[in-house]
């Protein structure tokens, strides 16, 4: 079983900056393609972004090429998601998704997910 932890959420204004974190646990991370999903108020949970297990591989929905970037540290278990330049409608609760199938933005195929964490952005 995979247990996924995020943080690094937190309220900021328009054109600023936040890197979430996601701990793993209970499998040793380099087995697993490793994503992200967020969901805003009233609206479906969306891929944002994943990489594929030796980081050779990355993903993002538009929306957030060149301002959004994923990365891992197998040896430290954890994967991160840079952001800057953030938008309001980056507002929505962030999840850390993993699976043992091929990287994709499909959500049904991710196993496993965080609790989420919240990131606001004002304007």
């Known amino acids: 079983q995979v247990q996924l932890v995020e943080s690094g959420g937190g309220l900021v204004q328009a054109g600023g900056s936040l890197r979430l974190s996601c701990a793993a646990s209970?499998?040793?991370?380099?087995?697993?393609?490793m994503g992200w999903f967020r969901q805003a108020p009233g609206k479906e949970r969306e891929f944002v972004s994943a990489?594929?297990?030796?980081?050779?591989?990355?993903y993002y929905v538009d929306s957030v090429k060149g301002r959004f970037t994923i990365s891992r540290d197998n040896a430290k278990n954890t994967v991160y998601l840079q952001m800057n330049s953030l938008k309001p409608e980056d507002t929505a609760v962030y999840y850390c998704?993993?699976?043992?199938?091929?990287?994709?933005?499909?959500?049904?195929?991710?196993?496993?997910w965080g609790q989420g964490t919240q990131v606001t952005v004002s304007s």
């Open positions: 998704v993993a699976t043992d199938s091929v990287v994709t933005t499909r959500k049904s195929l991710y196993d496993y």
């Open positions: 209970g499998r040793t991370l380099s087995s697993l393609n």
């Open positions: 990489i594929s297990r030796r980081s050779n591989s990355t």
